[in-house]
């Protein structure tokens, strides 16, 4: 499903997952702040983030918070999901079994455990997955998470 956003919609959408990444400051660690917004024919159906460590990461709060069907809606999160099991189940699982048509992504995971895996992953399964939108935003949120997973 190709849509017909501009490059200005699909920032608009990234910048409120950055928003409400940002609410779990303080709160994530040592987990990466992460926000997730559900978009479907045009209108917001769903938001989450990552609100807690241990909790349900932001693309499962934000398919819990949806006010409709999110069958072929457009996912836009700020880090690449999650394809591995933690206290948490792998966050690739909620977007194929949703249905979900495309999924934009504000940068790559730096866990080398996780590192374009996730992507991967959401391709195998039919899903559009198009990364690097607000890159550099979304890079410097979580600057002291990528530095702890890569260097330690």
């Known amino acids: 499903m190709d849509n017909l956003f501009t490059i200005d919609t ?5 910048s409120r997952a950055l928003d409400l990444a940002k609410k779990g400051l303080g709160k994530t660690s040592p987990n990466p702040m992460v926000g997730c917004v559900l978009v479907k024919d045009g209108e917001i159906i769903g938001e989450g983030y990552h609100e807690t460590y ?31 099991t933690g206290k948490t189940p792998p966050c690739i699982e909620a977007l194929i079994q949703n249905s979900i048509s495309e999924v934009y992504v ?16 959401l391709k195998k399964a039919g899903i559009k997955v198009h990364v690097g939108i607000m890159k550099e935003e979304s890079e410097r949120l979580n600057r002291p998470f990528m530095k702890w997973v890569t260097t330690g």
């Not at 504000?106 to 992953?121: E, S």
């Open 54 to 84: 241990g909790e349900p990461h932001a693309e499962v709060s934000a398919f819990n918070n949806a006010r409709k069907d999110p069958m072929d809606a457009i996912a836009y999160v700020n880090l690449e999901p999650c394809c591995m």
């Open 10 to 14: 699909h920032v608009s959408f990234m």
């Open 106 to 121: 504000g940068m790559l995971d730096p866990n080398p455990a996780v590192n374009g895996k996730g992507v991967d992953a």
